[in-house]
């Protein structure tokens, strides 16, 4: 009697345990299975930035490989951001300038320093006063992608402006 009341008992466990699986399979996949969805409608060519992690708001400028050159979107940056500090009351600008791993350290030192210069200068001629601009070269030690030595990454080559915030006072 035992053994009968056992198998039983397992039937009813199966049969719960099935059910169970088709109501969770139910929930997950939605109502009934249905046909596929269609294909989307083919999208124009549209460039999207591959990493979008990186920080590529409106206070990060982008060179050309070896230039310290500010160009094109550049220039826009830094306009609108000489705009923000003249309307936001800032009392304090920082660059901090970057450049990718191709070449030598000290030749990218060098190039990270010539681009925080450039952006200060266009900085300045767009209404910031030079003595509230503070340039942070970096060579390639701070880089937004890392990549082996010797390969470099567009996103690598940048200078960021930054308004510091002033310590609270006491």
Do not use: C
């Not at 050309?64 to 306009?79: C, I, M, N």
């Not at 567009?154 to 200078?159: G, L, S």
Request: net charge positive; charged share 20%; no cysteine.
């Amino acid at each position: 009697m035992k053994t009968r009341v056992g198998a039983q008992a397992r039937a009813s466990y199966v049969g719960r345990m099935a059910w169970f699986a088709f109501a969770l399979a139910f929930l997950i996949q939605g109502a009934a299975p249905s046909a596929p969805a269609p294909a989307p409608a083919p999208r124009a060519a549209v460039p999207v930035r591959p990493r979008p992690w990186l920080e590529t708001g409106p206070s990060v400028v982008y060179f050309a490989p070896g230039s310290a050159r500010v160009e094109g979107e550049g220039r826009d940056v830094v306009r609108r951001m000489a705009e923000d500090y003249r309307h936001n009351g800032r009392v304090a600008v920082e660059i901090v300038a970057n450049s990718d791993n191709q070449g030598s350290r000290a030749s990218n030192r060098r190039l990270s320093q010539r681009r925080a210069r450039t952006v200060a200068d266009a900085l300045v001629s767009n209404g910031i006063p030079r003595a509230v601009i503070v340039q942070r070269p970096v060579g390639e030690d701070q880089p937004q992608v890392m990549t082996p030595d010797g390969v470099p990454d567009p996103f690598n080559r940048y200078a960021r402006i930054i308004f510091p915030v002033p310590p609270p006072p006491n």
